[in-house]
């Protein structure tokens, strides 16, 4: 039986981005219950990075993941991970108000802000109904992510540094002797001396199996599908789509519009399915904003998102344990904040320096600590 310093419970964004960035000083092993890597939520995201309109403390992890984004170490992709596409924020007539008020916010963080007028919002996007938005602005700060190349970067970048990664190693038991836990996996018994819950929307259910409280953090069912376009119509380089209050977004996606009813609907941990009533939701906004008819709706399907009680990450050791460690609770945000919290994770876990970054953005780690849960 093998003993590693840690094992990582979780093959998802956030399992293996700290697995990239805590493998050079601790010997690591990740267990992960499906048959394929970053299976549920990583393999299911709408792949978008963006500084701003999220909560702040979201938004300044943001801004310390970007750097990574633009430039990662030497050999962590061979192509850029990410892709300008730029957004736009739509409003009815009803939502002007509130439009502006967003507008002149957000100019005092993002000055190449545009406001558009009707023509300037069609020339961008011209698949929406003329008439369907009173007020848009326009945001150059939205990117696509090549998620399968950052999620294979930092598979790669861990191996290369001895990592052990496991597939079909859902975790069935586990006890702790006083000096390391031993592991009851599907597939083996493996010993470690600290483990990381890192398994998403079942991190409530693996912080009970390790004998630790749970915190009450819930996944969420989101809902996306994608359509044709008519024939002749190319949105490649179209920006996103973004109603004001997030009633639905939508953005090209291989050849097709993406769409997605902005929906988040308590669930219980599984290989969730979406719901007819999403999906006929999202195809309803399709075509009451846009001139795109949906004839059939070529693919659905659907992702967990989960939320801790205050709707920000768990990143800390447990009060009730110390050698159980939470990286949980990312919410939709977990792949673009997947460089800053990796990384701050690998530092709470070495009793290293915060990662850089984070003195720059007012960041403090203890924001995100489990002790917050504590009465």
């Not at 890597?37 to 990583?42: A, I, Q, V």
């Not at 991190?203 to 359509?227: E, Q, S």
């Not at 009813?261 to 009451?288: F, K, M, N, R, S």
Request: with cysteine; aromatic share 8%; proline share 8%.
């Amino acid at each position: 039986m093998q003993t590693f310093d840690v094992a990582i419970i979780g093959g998802g964004i956030a399992g293996l981005s700290l697995a990239y960035f805590l493998s050079p000083h601790r010997s690591i092993v990740v267990l992960e219950r499906e048959t394929a890597l970053g299976y549920h939520s990583t393999g299911r995201s709408a792949a978008e990075f963006v500084l701003r309109y999220n909560a702040p403390e979201v938004c300044r992890l943001a801004a310390v993941a970007k750097d990574f984004f633009d430039s990662p170490p030497g050999g962590f992709s061979d192509i850029p991970l990410l892709k300008q596409r730029g957004g736009v924020m739509i409003a009815s007539t009803e939502k002007a108000a509130r439009l502006d008020a967003v507008f002149r916010s957000e100019l005092a963080f993002t000055p190449e802000l545009e406001p558009l007028d009707e023509e300037e919002l069609l020339a961008r996007v011209p698949i929406l109904k003329p008439g369907y938005a009173a007020a848009a602005f326009y945001d150059p700060n939205f990117w696509d992510i090549e998620v399968e190349s950052l999620l294979q970067g930092y598979v790669k970048g861990a191996r290369r540094n001895g990592a052990e990664i496991r597939e079909r190693h859902g975790v069935l038991s586990a006890t702790h002797d006083g000096e390391a836990w031993t592991i009851e996996t599907s597939a083996g018994t493996v010993r470690a001396k600290t483990v990381v819950n890192a398994s998403g929307g079942w991190a409530d259910p693996t912080a009970v199996l390790f004998g630790v409280k749970p915190l009450g953090i819930v996944p969420h069912r989101r809902t996306a599908i994608t359509v044709d376009l008519p024939e002749g119509i190319d949105v490649s380089a179209m920006p996103e789509i973004n109603e004001i209050d997030e009633d639905f977004y939508m953005k090209p996606d291989a050849g097709r519009l993406l769409a997605c009813p902005a929906d988040a609907t308590p669930c219980e941990p599984g290989d969730v399915q979406p719901e007819e009533l999403d999906i006929a939701w999202a195809a309803h906004y399709v075509e009451e904003a846009t001139t795109v008819p949906v004839r059939r709706v070529a693919k659905s399907w659907a992702g967990m998102r989960s939320f801790s009680p205050d709707r920000l990450p768990v990143i800390g050791a447990a009060p009730d344990h110390p050698d159980v460690f939470w990286l949980a609770g990312q919410g939709g945000y977990g792949i673009l904040t997947s460089p800053s919290l990796g990384a701050l994770a690998a530092s709470l876990l070495t009793n290293a320096p915060q990662p850089e970054g984070f003195e720059a953005q007012a960041l403090d780690p203890q924001k995100f600590s489990p002790l917050r849960f504590q009465a």
